[in-house]
C-alpha cells in the first residue's frame, strides 16, 4: 500500500468520523435543566472512554509493531498522533475545569 493510499484512507475515515459527529451534534438535544448534570457527566464519560479506546489501540499497535507482527509505520505513527490530540484535549478541558471551579470557590456570596 503506498503512502498516498494510506493518507487518503486515513483522511477518508476522518472526514466520515467527522460527518458522523456533527450529526451526532445535531440530533443532541438540550436536557432539562434537573438532568442537565447527568447529561454532562454521561458526555464527560463517554469522551473519557474514546481516549482510553485510543490510548489502548495506539500501545497495541506499538507492541505489535515492536514484536514484528504489524510493518505499517504510517498507521502507528496515525493511531500515536490520535491518542496524543485525545489525551492532550482532555488536560486541556481537565484544567479549564479546574480553573473554572477555583474561580466559583473565590466568589464570596
Do not use: C, W
Not at 432539562?32 to 500501545?59: H, M, P, T, Y
Not at 504489524?70 to 481537565?94: C, F, G, P, Y
Request: charged share 25%; hydrophobic share 45%.
Amino acid at each position: 500500500m503506498s503512502i498516498q493510499a494510506v493518507g487518503l484512507k486515513a483522511y477518508n475515515e476522518a472526514l466520515r468520523n467527522f460527518a458522523k459527529a456533527e450529526n451526532k451534534a445535531k440530533s443532541m438535544t438540550v436536557p432539562k435543566e434537573a438532568g442537565r448534570v447527568d447529561a454532562f457527566a454521561e458526555v464527560l464519560g463517554a469522551s473519557l472512554e474514546k481516549v482510553n479506546k485510543a490510548q489502548i489501540e495506539r500501545s497495541d499497535l506499538v507492541a505489535s509493531f515492536a514484536s514484528g507482527e504489524h510493518q505499517n509505520v504510517h498507521e502507528l505513527m496515525i493511531s500515536m498522533q490520535k491518542a496524543s490530540l485525545a489525551m492532550n484535549m482532555t488536560a486541556a478541558v481537565r484544567n479549564k475545569v479546574m480553573e473554572a471551579y477555583k474561580e466559583l470557590s473565590r466568589l464570596q456570596f
